[in-house]
């Protein structure tokens, strides 16, 4: 799987017309699927309430121009040409921004960052080019001093990341419902009494296709790329024809409407009631921020060429045909119908009609799953379950849980709203806090990582955050009408996202401040003072110095530990990929002879996390390759600092090494364990465990390795045949006595909760029952 994945991505990388052309085909299914559905409710949108008749074409008009304007300038010009370039690593989204920034400024909301960390080969791509500009400079310093800022940046994060899960809750059911009233409209107009009766029934139709298209997201990104791609193109077609047909049937002279000029007209006719009415020409980008969102599912170049090239024209001529249509058949309160359906030619377009419209909606999950992801690894969401659907490409996941509570959401608003208007208002303020959040973080990553002119930034800014906080106004404005939604959504999911962050913060602040430190291991001497039994002692740990403190209250109430100690430390790094030949980090804590090391384990926050099988074998062959290499570190105390010190050696997993070198892997028949030598390891199995392939590990004929490496390799690989026992910390976190009701609420209830019904971490589901010792321990933060 890995190789394979290594190769496909390095054919990504170099990005041959051929995948880059299957990847724009796919990314037709999953990106532009709300984006292309948008022509369905816009004009409803805009004229539905605040200008509810038109006896010129100057509000027509007016409203194509904002269209078309805003389709240009937001999609095309900001997205496609500039913030698709701010990927970090081939990932998006807003906590791609934050990863970039974290890197570039060390402001990393992550506890156990290590400077380390800073010498991986993604970690520092683009930070030391080129030179950064003075005010740059004075920012990065600026924002490593100060934590409020620090946190300011945080919850900005947080804030875009809240809001992208509120669009995949209510773009869907904006969608869905659209279609099916449009489907209900186009029957009522043909008579077919039969169905109009059926679709009275219209919010449980659009429930039972929610539910149908929720239920395909476990099918993966790839799959229902294929799927749905098919559909969008086909719709995008037909629109597009449509809007052909109607410019050259009611209006050839439309395309005069795109000048800006026929903005400053309506707003200045309309007043306040076209100032409101933006909130409905707003839904004409929503889901463009999925162009960013879903980036690491595809390639920035796949995307600009399905946008640019086919989805971008499409839209305009089915817009243009819209306006076209209506200038002709000019509306008031008493025809309200101005939807899409109403400028279909009749009897024709019958799939475009009946068939079309459900297909094409679908739910904006993957965009969600992604930035779920990002924030689980990097600290800021509970852990969840997550399905890697393709072997081929690591972003494309499935989140169970996430997708059951967002359809559960998705069918909550659509029957509570029942209207397109209310579903479009929040939709519409979902989707411009997105991609405001947005705009203010690539104003900061233009100064910090592009090291450009802070003219530029501020001219970034003001310019779309201009036409942004336009629209963002004009949807706030209308809180009580459906607008409060996505911010009772965001501010549900920020809550759970602080507390969750807060709690293991305080967590790991209190893991560092009771650590043992190493002195008082050397001084219990070589023993340690107790009894060496065989076998390896593996003791997970978040922290990546020091001894934890559950070995210390292990060490005091059991006489007897494992003649090797390996302190584990698995942890993710901002970086979207941590290489193979820089995953694991190796050292000695205290002299040889004690045998006891540590081990950290980067990864990526898109990386996945090897079963316990894999990940055993890599991480024993990791440390028999520190040794045999001769990389021992330091022996214990640094007189001149007076502190404990540890190096920490980069070893690679197996499969970097070439045959024939280091420790090489090698599988054993399981009915056949005598074939491996004495220089060999072999697995042995516990009576009541499921037998697993037994492997073994080969230590090379080189008269590189001296007698005492050589020595510790034998140890080693004796412990190992002996078995190896797993040591997990079972944490109680509570508040300590005095702090304030706010802390003990957030600690004792709020992040306790979460704990108790998130899922433990990856490492500790895939260990063996039978060899796993909890030791529990209660912190008082």
Known sequence: MDLETGFYQNRVKKESWRTVLILAYQ?????YGDLSTSPLYVYKSTFAEDITHSETN????GVLSFVFWTLTLVPLLKYVFIVLRADDNGEGGTFALYSLLCRHARVNSLPNCQLADEELSDYKK???????????????STLERHRVLQKCLLVLALIGACMVIGDGILTPAISVFSAVSGVELAMSKEHHKLYVNIFKLKVPIACIILIGLFALQHYGTHRVGFLFAPVVIIWLLCISTIGVYNIFRWNPH???????YYMYKFLKKTQRGGWMSLGGILLCITGSEAMFADLGHFSQLSIKIAFTSFVY???ILAYMGQAAYLSRHHFDENDPQIGFYVSVPDG???LLRYLLPWWEAKPSSPGTFSIIKQCSALGCFPRVKIVHTSSKVHGQIYIPEINWILMVLCLAVTIGFRDT????????LAVITVMLVTTCLMSIVIVLCWHRSVLLAVCFVFFFGTIEALYFSASLIKFLEGAWVPIALAFIFMIIMYVWHYGTLKKYEFDDQNKVPVDWLLSLGPSLGIVRVRGIGLIHTELVSGIPAIF???????PAFHQVLIFLCIKSIPVPHVKHEERFLVGHIGPREYRIYRCIVRYGYRDVQKDDMEFEKDLVCSIAEFIRTGKVGCDGIDEDLGKECEKMAVVGTPLTRAEGKGIQVREVGIDNPESASTSELKEIQSPIMKPRKRVRFVIPESPEIDVGARKELQELMEAREAGMAYILGHSYVRAKQGSSMLKKLVINYGYDLLRRNSRAPVYALSVPHASTLEVGMAYHV
Do not use: C, H, M, Q
């Open 552 to 558: 210390s209250r292990f060490v005091t109430n059991l």
């Open 126 to 140: 683009d930070v030391t080019s080129p030179a950064p500009t003075t005010f740059g400079s004075s920012l990065k």
């Open 348 to 350: 024709r377009f019958w």
């Open 58 to 61: 100057e509000e027509i008009y």
């Open 421 to 428: 208007k209310r579903l479009g208002n929040a939709s519409g």
């Open 254 to 260: 439309v395309y005069k409407a795109l000048s800006p």
């Open 27 to 31: 990314s037709l299914g999953v990106v």
């Open 313 to 315: 024209p499409s839209l």
